[in-house]
């Protein structure tokens, strides 16, 4: 859905994750897949293949050896940083940031 070309700065930040992989001899895609499980609240990554041939791309993906020092080369070149969002603040009248208003019969 209203898809266009990734901006300079982003492909060129992709380039250089691909390099540190390429130097340690991962594939971006095995990296990039296994990348989410690093969270603490992460506990598992749907990579939703349709076809026989794409659900053994991510099997083998997914059993793929990815070195700790391909995590730490990315953290020491500035590719690996702390998300910037912040917690969505909670809104008066609504249980939680994104739940609809509760609206009580009186």
């Known amino acids: 859905y209203d898809y266009a070309p990734a901006p300079r700065a982003i492909r060129a930040r992709v380039a250089r994750i691909e390099a540190v992989c390429r130097r340690h001899g991962v594939k971006l895609a095995d ?20 076809t026989p041939r794409e659900v053994a791309r991510n099997v083998a993906s997914l059993a793929a050896r990815i070195p700790k020092e391909v995590w730490r080369a990315l953290k020491a070149e500035g590719l690996l940083t702390r998300d910037p969002r912040t917690r969505e603040r909670k809104k008066y009248g609504q249980p939680g940031a994104r739940k609809r208003f509760q609206f009580s019969k009186r």
Do not use: D, E, Y
């Not at 296994?34 to 603490?40: D, I, T, V």
């Open 31 to 50: 990296a990039a897949l296994r990348f989410p499980m690093h969270h603490p609240q992460v506990v598992s990554v749907i990579p939703g293949g349709v």
